[in-house]
């Protein structure tokens, strides 16, 4: 059977690159190696349950979570590829406290930010899970060797890069470069990416809301009174919206992406080391953000910040996070700052 000769996620890079005379292809480079990494972690996911790899570490990790066999493979995988790749000069991971520095003589032009397995509670009862990344230029063009803390904690404004895999029913890879979201989809059979979602545009209006409604009680009263709103009647403002959350970001971002939807993880007061919620900057946000823009969406911390203007401060800082569709992130934003 003769197959349309599908564009291979490498030949999509490339002409990218094309586009721009000025580019050395190192970003193009670094982006190839976490491709492979992100390969072998689908093979490793996707056996995960005849592999005996399932279950936990007996670990905790730096966030005080039980690390699972599969977050210990798919951090370790990225970790080792990219700090031999030639093209970063320091990491941060959700599993790691610091930062983590490359191979000497191996240094680079980029920083890169993961969570190498999103969606842990996932893990072993077959829901989707996935790998977020961020990457962006060192802070001094001039600099060289070792990268710094101070080269990691950038605005998600300056990320030159950001995406996920998302190991489901297939195994897609979703990025930009800062020239639109582009989707592919992994072909087992031989091993390659090929492009399935051109241009990706989030929908104007969502038609699902995700949030964890477990934690209405935590939320303060804006943001009750918003989900509340959201799901009264108006047909013709398309009301109530479906509920649809998995508990794993990458595949309710995902979702909410392709078909329009809301997710919302704001602050609440249920624990007290929390506030800002539970969701991460540098790996999660901070690169979601990133993407919604460029697919011409919104992500909001519902206290008057864009997430991709915030300038970190930590590590492992939280926000919160209201991404999606920006008729319904700009009608959230009113709601949760009291103007409606
Ligand atoms: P909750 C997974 O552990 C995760 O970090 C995100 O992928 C997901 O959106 C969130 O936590 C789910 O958190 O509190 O609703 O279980």
């Excluded at 864009?306 to 300038?311: P, R, T």
Aim: hydrophobic residues 35%.
């Amino acid at each position: 059977m003769n197959r349309p000769l599908g564009i291979t996620v490498s030949r999509n890079i490339i002409d990218s690159q094309r586009m721009h005379p000025e580019a050395t292809g190192e970003l193009s480079g670094l982006l190839s190696e976490l491709i492979v990494a992100a390969k072998t972690i689908s093979a490793e996911v996707n056996m995960a349950g005849l592999a005996d790899i399932l279950g936990m570490s007996g670990k905790t990790n730096i966030q005080g979570e039980s690390v699972q066999k599969l977050d210990e493979f798919a951090n370790n995988t990225i970790k080792r590829r990219m700090a031999k790749s030639g093209y970063i000069c320091v990491m941060t991971s959700e599993e790691e406290e610091g930062i983590v520095p490359v191979n000497e003589g191996y240094e680079g032009k980029y920083t890169l930010a993961f969570d190498p397995l999103d969606g842990s509670s996932n893990i072993d009862v077959n829901v989707s899970v996935g790998t977020i990344f961020s990457i962006h230029r060192r802070k001094s063009s001039l600099a060289s060797g070792q990268g710094n803390l101070e080269d990691l904690l950038r605005k998600g404004s300056e990320q030159v890069a950001a995406g996920y895999i998302i190991y489901g029913s297939s195994t897609m890879l979703v990025f930009s470069t800062g020239q639109g979201v582009q989707g592919f989809t992994l072909d087992p059979s031989v091993g390659e990416f090929f492009l399935s979602h051109p241009d990706i545009k989030t929908p104007e209006k969502s038609i699902y809301f995700s949030a964890n409604e477990g934690n209405y009680q935590y939320w303060d009263e804006n943001m009750r009174r918003y989900i509340n709103w959201l799901k009264e009647e108006n047909k013709e403002d398309g009301r109530p919206l479906s509920a649809r959350y998995i508990g794993t970001l990458v595949s309710d971002f995902h979702r909410n992406l392709i078909k329009g939807g809301i997710f919302l993880y704001p602050k609440d007061n249920k624990n007290p080391d929390k506030p800002s919620g539970k969701l991460r900057l540098l790996y999660e946000a901070g690169p979601f953000a990133y993407l919604v823009e460029q697919a011409g969406g919104r992500a909001i911390t519902g206290d008057g910040r864009n997430v991709s203007d915030i300038e970190p401060e930590e590590l492992h800082q939280r926000v919160p996070l209201i991404i999606g569709s920006k008729y319904d992130v700009d009608i959230a934003e009113d709601f949760l700052l009291g103007r409606r």
